[in-house]
């Protein structure tokens, strides 16, 4: 309990301890600065099950990912047929749709039934500044890539023919724009948002708290090459410094998106 008597102004909480405040509240004090990071929620319930959750999350968001690994690397390369024809390519972004929404519902479920809310992850109000910042990340994020790719590019690079030419460019086009909406909605979620906000409640080391979700993330893109995994690694490590430093998702997802449709409008514009 504060001294009413203290002259000193009152000082806030430890970086990164968990607080029991309704999350991105204005300060009580009239004038007071706010924080320039969102507050961690308290934990909704007891260790064990925070590392369930977790763990359940985790595995629905990168089993998939893993068993798709498994198969290029040791089932038949003669699928590319197939993603030409426009049914069983609809099939095929229907069924991955699935996979990739799937952790994202859960996640809501868990947050719906805990009463945290999609604020307490850093899904909080979309303000101009999280657009402004959006765009710094996502030129930011071309610029460490670039760089990355320099130095990783002696371990390899696979090309990855996401969108096949033997579609409609109109499909292309639209496949493009779903892929890009959706890697950069379900992942920030999921390894920033989710992922990192349970770590920390958990009161895991601060790095583990970056390494582990993200070297989770890299090693999917493996399926890249691993001079590709690499330079991804690099990217979410600085995506996951600035969601341990802000705790606002928003700038996050919009640079993702922004980052790959970039990327998936040059190989249209290429073809």
Do not use: C, K
Not at 156 to 182: C, K, M, S, Y
């Amino acid at each position: 309990m504060a001294d009413p008597t203290d002259p000193r102004p009152p000082q806030p909480p430890p970086f990164g301890v968990p607080v029991g405040e309704p999350y991105g509240t204005a300060p009580s004090e009239l004038g007071a600065p706010r924080t320039a990071r969102n507050p961690v929620p308290r934990p909704p319930g007891p260790p064990r099950m925070l590392r369930l959750e977790l763990g359940l999350v985790l595995l629905l968001a990168f089993a998939p990912g893993v068993l798709g690994l498994l198969i290029i690397a040791l089932g038949p390369q003669g699928s590319a047929e197939v993603e030409t024809q426009l049914l069983p390519s609809l099939v095929s972004i229907a069924f991955e749709l699935f996979l990739s929404w799937t952790p994202v519902l859960v996640i809501g479920f868990l947050l719906a039934r805990n009463r945290e809310g999609w604020p307490g992850i850093g899904l909080t109000r979309l303000r101009a500044g999280d657009v402004a910042m959006g765009l710094v990340l996502w030129v930011a994020s071309f610029i460490l890539v670039l760089v990355l790719a320099q130095l990783f590019r002696f371990f390899g690079q696979r090309e990855v023919d996401f969108l096949p030419e033997g579609l409609p460019l109109w499909f292309r086009a639209f496949q493009a724009v779903l892929i890009a909406v959706t890697a950069g909605v379900t992942e920030e979620i999921v390894v920033r948002g989710y992922a990192q906000t349970r770590l920390e409640q958990l009161r895991a080391p601060t790095a583990v708290i970056l390494l582990l979700p993200t070297a989770l993330w890299g090693v999917l893109h493996v399926y890249q090459g691993v001079g590709a995994a690499l330079t991804i690694f690099g990217l979410g490590l600085m995506y996951a410094w600035y969601f341990n430093r802000t705790r606002r998702l928003w700038p996050l997802i919009l640079a993702h998106i922004l980052f790959d449709l970039t990327q998936l409008i040059f190989i249209l514009a290429g073809s």
